[in-house]
């Protein structure tokens, strides 16, 4: 058996998994085990586990015969000084425990998940792999908030930005799909899914991300206020009596498209706009108007884009979005192509009209992949015929 991975991102009330081989790039098993504490069969992580063992058993496949080298782990922040892949040890669990204050929502989920995952799989490897590793090295002037740099400095405070595994692994495919090299190109790459996240990035390394301290700023998201003036939470708080909590619960789940329309996925959301719906159609064009707001900035930040390229659920199957984000901007040599656009394909496609002189690409992420390829790297490579 080929080597692989088994690649785990544990949520609050979800843990999906992915057994991935190095060599193919192929998922041998992949699946999700959600309503964690919500549903009596799965009470908590170490039953998710149990139910992972069991779908992976059901589907023919027994840990100890699928070649796996090591445990890969979605970590959300890793704060100032977690980026790198990182083995796991008891001291990786210490210093994880402590950045969870930085990310209340993602970490101590994540943390769940590396300790069952090690109970469980006590022969393996775990590494860590950070959502907030490509941007670490983001330029001091695009990640430095315009705060008091001994309060930023004290409470580490600066733009990490998230999603990293995915605008890393999308803009080398771009590269690779255009067959030119990557060092020799100015990218956007627009991660619209649940959450969503724009990044401007010049040979291969990240020069601007719409996410910041949290996963909370920038696009319009899901649920996600994404972008707001700070001053709304002070007077929330202040006026309206809301406490931090409620402030964050609200920011963060009743927000964005589905705060404003009621909905959360796309194709739904659309329907909604057909039949008339005004909540919907407001949802959608301020959706809209903060994606373009921020391609605008990055063209801007990059002196225009060689590649501008969608991914993840909304940006890899939505045409309507990609169109409406991209129209009437001819004169910055950006251009779609209507039928291409329109036309739905799973591999990785050029959308731009002919000629146009920034190439419009849809490619498909795989955060998964990327983050097996990262454990196995920091692992020291594919070992042998396993
Ligand atoms: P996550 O951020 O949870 O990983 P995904 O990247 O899988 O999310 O994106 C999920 C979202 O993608 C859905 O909520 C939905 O809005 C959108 N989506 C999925 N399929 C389609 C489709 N065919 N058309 C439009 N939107 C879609």
């Known amino acids: 058996m080929p080597d692989t991975v088994l690649v785990l991102n544990s949520g609050s009330s979800s843990l999906k998994y992915s057994v991935v081989q190095l060599d193919s790039g192929a998922t041998v098993a992949d699946g999700i085990v959600e309503r964690i504490g919500d549903d009596p069969k799965v009470p908590d992580h170490r039953a ?3 139910v992972v063992h069991e779908a992976l058993a059901g589907d023919g496949h027994r840990l100890d015969e699928l070649g796996l080298v090591g445990v890969g782990h979605r970590v959300v922040h890793g704060g100032p000084d977690l980026y790198r892949p990182t083995v796991i040890d008891d001291d990786t ?25 090690r109970a469980a799989l006590p ?27 001994e309060v930023a400095e004290e409470w580490h405070i600066r733009r990490y930005g998230f999603h990293g595994t995915s605008h890393q692994y999308v803009s080398e495919q771009a590269a690779a799909y255009l067959d030119v090299p990557l060092a020799s190109l100015r990218q956007i790459v627009l991660h619209l899914g649940n959450g969503a ?13 719409s996410m910041g301290l949290t996963p909370m700023e920038g696009l319009v998201m899901g649920t996600r206020s994404g972008d ?41 959301l659309h329907r909604r706009i057909d039949a008339g719906d005004a909540d ?3 949802a959608y064009d ?3 108007h903060r994606l373009r707001k921020y391609i605008g900035a990055y063209l801007a930040v990059l002196g225009g884009a060689d590649v501008i390229t969608f991914t993840a659920g909304v940006g890899e199957n939505d045409a309507l979005v990609r169109r409406d984000a991209l129209s009437g901007l001819t004169a910055f040599g950006i251009e779609i192509d209507e039928h291409l ?29 990327a983050i097996a390829r990262a454990c196995a790297d920091v692992l020291g490579g594919v070992g042998g015929d396993g």
């Open 341 to 369: 656009n329109e036309s739905p394909s799973r591999a990785a496609r050029r959308i731009s009209a002919a000629g146009a002189a920034t190439t419009v690409l849809v490619v498909p992420t795989d955060e998964e992949l």
């Open 93 to 117: 669990i210490e210093r994880l425990k402590r950045l969870s204050p930085l990310a209340p929502l993602h970490n101590p989920p994540a943390l769940l998940g590396i300790e069952v995952a």
């Open 123 to 149: 022969d393996l490897p775990h590494v860590a792999v950070f959502d907030t590793a490509f941007f670490h090295d983001l330029p001091p002037e695009a990640a430095t908030y315009a705060i008091d740099n």
């Open 48 to 50: 998710a586990l149990d």
């Open 286 to 288: 301020v959706y809209i």
């Open 228 to 268: 707001i003036d700070a001053g709304i939470v002070m007077y929330l708080w202040r006026e309206a009596g809301m406490s931090v909590e409620d402030i964050e619960t609200m920011l963060n789940r009743r927000s964005g498209v589905r705060g404003l329309g009621g909905e959360i996925d796309f194709r739904e």
């Open 280 to 282: 919907a159609r407001l």
């Open 197 to 209: 996240s724009a990044s401007a990035i010049v040979g291969g390394r990240p020069v601007g991300t």
